[in-house]
């Protein structure tokens, strides 16, 4: 049965959130903003998020949403992603998230609906991305008869269980690489095994990336990169070589990746633009930054930023160039183990996204 989404659930936005990091604390209620939906989707614990106590609360009049309660973004860049979550607890919710209260128990199925009916579709000017709460109510959804959505929510989920499991063992991949990493070379911060160091302004030139406009933002070509992998695609080249990236923005900000030439790096990033000494190799440097908690450098604002100058005046490690190759020796062979459990990641992904389209499309 089709029914509009406002008849079954109630529709609304969060508040907005208590300016100042003293408004926030590490006990109370999770107060959850656009930028968590990525970490809390891929996995994360609502647990880990910024909290607020009952008086924080009280004062600015927020409002608690019910466990089950389906999130998305409904404005900002954001709400180009796409991002569905749903709430495992009560929580506080801040105003660019619109807040799906099922009227009865169908959560999981409108968090299944929503992934596959992603509310980014609703955007009408990507230039100015919002979603209006009128466009949301007004969706009709076949909500289906008990049984059949209990048939769907148990076949989908048992899929999302196998794919969250080969992903594990993606995760104890890296987690054999991480080790070996302090096997072979300690930790990179305390030099603990006593290796050569030098300053990172000996070793490399960090660059800011550049901002790619709209209208040079394609589905293929030249990948851009961000702080968090590829961003989009254009058609004009910015770095010829491999190199690494740095996420200098937002909750990327820290974050370190390798990646292959030719490329282009977005505007939130930073990227190794000039390599002054051969005594290292780039992917080992790589493994040495990744190795490194650069998140402690990030400023206090609400939109975390991390600039150059850690990264220039950080002492890396260089231990013997054959002992660098011998690691990434290591890192390759465990690579190959990557790919093949990745390879059956896609597999199940695309049954996944054939029952998806079989009873939502």
Request: hydrophobic share 40%.
């Amino acid at each position: 049965m089709r029914q509009l989404l406002r008849n079954i659930a109630e529709i609304g936005a969060g508040q907005g959130a208590p300016q100042g990091e003293s408004n926030y604390c590490d006990y109370g209620i999770p107060f959850v903003k656009a930028g968590n939906l990525q970490e809390l989707t891929a996995g994360g614990s609502i647990d880990d998020i910024q909290k607020v106590s009952e008086e924080v609360a009280k004062i600015h009049k927020l409002k608690l949403y019910p466990k089950g309660t389906v999130l998305f973004a409904k404005s900002g860049m954001s709400c180009l992603k796409g991002y569905v979550y749903t709430l495992p607890q009560d929580a506080y919710v801040v105003s660019h998230l619109a807040c799906i209260t099922p009227k009865e128990d169908i959560s999981e199925y409108l968090r299944l609906y929503f992934t596959f009916h992603r509310p980014n579709q609703l955007v009408k000017d990507a230039a100015y991305p919002s979603i209006s709460l009128a466009d949301i109510g007004n969706l009709e959804i076949d909500t289906r008869d008990e049984q059949t959505r209990e048939h769907i929510i148990l076949t989908l989920r048992s899929v999302e269980e196998i794919i969250a499991i080969r992903k594990q063992e993606l995760s104890v991949l890296d987690d054999l690489i991480k080790a070996r990493f302090v096997e072979m070379f300690g930790d990179p911060v305390k030099n603990d095994k006593g290796f050569d160091s030098k300053l990172g302004s000996e070793v490399f030139k960090l660059s800011n990336g550049r901002f790619v406009p709209e209208g040079k933002r394609f589905d293929s070509g030249i990948p851009v990169y961000g702080g968090n992998g590829i961003s989009w695609y254009t058609d004009e080249l910015l770095f010829e070589k491999d190199t690494i990236v740095v996420g200098r923005v937002g909750f990327q900000s820290g974050n370190v990746h390798l990646v292959g030439g030719p490329l282009w790096v977005s505007d939130n990033a930073m990227y190794i633009s000039s390599f002054y000494d051969d005594g290292y190799d780039l992917q080992f440097l790589s493994a040495v930054m990744e190795h490194i908690d650069f998140t402690r450098f990030q400023d206090a604002g609400d939109l975390k930023k991390i600039t150059q100058k850690p990264f220039m005046q950080m002492l890396y490690i260089k231990p013997p160039i054959e002992m660098q190759q011998e690691y990434n020796a290591f890192v390759a062979q465990v690579d190959k183990s990557k790919v093949a459990v990745q390879a059956a990641v896609e597999k199940v992904q695309l049954l996944f996204d054939s029952l998806m389209q079989q009873y939502f499309g």
